[in-house]
């Protein structure tokens, strides 16, 4: 079983700082990449940003320069993914989810955190 547990939102002043994390956990024998979506009310669920087990960045262009993801692995079990997010914009406010690839025993399939709220106000 797999787990993906994000923390971290909250709300905060345009300008501000905060920093999301996704813990993935469980029977994990590899990861092949872990990215940060978000969807705004009425929106469509949109990439913000895309890590790869290779190392390989990939941004969107409304926060390059502004957020950057990076993630740690202490073992096949526990990985943690994160999105540091400076400069915040009120339209940067939406529901943040981690998203990771995830090969267990039956295969590799895309996993979801259950989304943390990030509000910017002006």
């Known amino acids: 079983q797999v787990q993906l547990v994000e923390s971290g939102g909250g709300l905060v002043q345009a300008g501000g700082s905060l920093r999301l994390s996704c813990a993935a956990s469980?029977?994990?024998?590899?990861?092949?990449?872990m990215d940060w979506y978000r969807q705004a009310p009425g929106k469509q669920r949109e990439l913000v940003a895309r890590?790869?087990?290779?190392?390989?960045?990939?941004?969107?262009d409304s926060v390059k320069g502004r957020f950057t993801i990076s993630a740690i692995s202490r073992d096949n079990a526990k990985n943690t993914v994160y999105l540091q997010m400076n400069s915040l914009k009120p339209e940067d406010t939406a529901v943040y989810y981690c998203?990771?690839?995830?090969?267990?025993?039956?295969?590799?399939?895309?996993?979801w955190g259950q989304g943390t709220q990030v509000t910017v106000s002006s």
């Open positions: 998203n990771a690839d995830i090969r267990t025993v039956v295969g590799e399939l895309p996993y």
């Open positions: 890590l790869t087990s290779a190392g390989r960045l990939n941004y969107a």
């Open positions: 469980g029977s994990i024998r590899s990861i092949n990449a």
